[in-house]
T-cell receptor, first 115, second 113 residues
Framework: KAGVTQTPRYLIKTRGQQVTLSCSPI?????VSWYQQTPGQGLQFLFE???????NKGNFPGRFSGRQFSNSRSEMNVSTLELGDSALYLC??????????????FGQGTRLTVV | GQNIDQPTEMTATEGAIVQINCTYQ??????LFWYQQHAGEAPTFLSY????GLEEKGRFSSFLSRSKGYSYLLLKELQMKDSASYLC??????????????FGRGTQLTVWP
């Protein structure tokens, strides 16, 4: 089956702008999580969505937001971009309804550069 | 806070065995994951431990001691393609979905011929 699809793969924005990133999970998966990856901090949890509801949220400012649609596709938005928001943003797809399912499948990520 | 520590870098030669350690202190514990990430690629799942002991999967094994807050990933018969970053992640919460994962900063493994 098709993997996790993130679009766009690369993005360059200027400070103060906003950006929207998209993630299409694996067919049948209902949970989507977002992570920010930087060389200094590693992978940091942003938020998790399940059935169109935010279930968990990491320690990021309110400029970072997200949503999930009825088809499980998710978007994350960053407003008023700062230079420090430059990172690889990864989306992870999981949970097909089985209680034994614990594996998360990551997308290729969106490389955001803020200039 | 959440604290997950693993060595920054390791090197080994082809055919050898390498052990990558991970220690953790988290608000809760409901499983530990190991992921492999090649440069410029997505992390890929290697293993999951929730009970103490060793889980073996081909050339890769993962061990967990919950009382010590400790895990290791053992890679046998190393190949050049095993050169990658290895990420340790802890799932602190119970729940029906995956929830949050707290990651270490990764161990960059270089395999020499």
């Amino acid at each position: 089956k098709a993997g996790v699809t993130q679009t766009p793969r690369y993005l360059i924005k200027t400070r103060g702008q906003q950006v929207t990133l998209s993630c299409s999970p694996i067919s049948g998966h209902r949970s989507v999580s977002w992570y920010q990856q930087t060389p200094g901090q590693g992978l940091q949890f942003l938020f998790e969505y399940f059935s169109e509801t935010q279930r968990n949220k990491g320690n990021f400012p309110g400029r970072f937001s997200g949503r999930q649609f009825s088809n499980s596709r998710s978007e994350m938005n960053v407003s008023t971009l700062e230079l420090g928001d430059s990172a690889l943003y990864l989306c992870a797809s999981s949970w097909d309804g089985s209680s034994m399912n614990t594996e998360a499948f990551f997308g290729q990520g969106t490389r955001l550069t803020v200039v | 806070g959440q604290n997950i520590d693993q060595p920054t870098e390791m090197t080994a030669t082809e055919g050898a065995i390498v052990q990558i350690n991970c220690t953790y202190q988290t608000s809760g514990f409901n499983g530990l994951f190991w992921y492999q990430q090649h440069a410029g690629e997505a992390p890929t799942f290697l293993s999951y431990n929730v009970l103490d002991g060793l889980e073996e999967k081909g050339r890769f094994s993962s061990f967990l001691s919950r009382s010590k807050g400790y895990s290791y990933l053992l890679l046998k018969e190393l190949q050049m393609k095993d050169s990658a970053s290895y990420l340790c992640a802890v799932r602190p919460d119970r729940g029906s979905t995956l929830g949050r994962l707290y990651f270490g900063r990764g161990t960059q493994l270089t395999v020499w011929p």
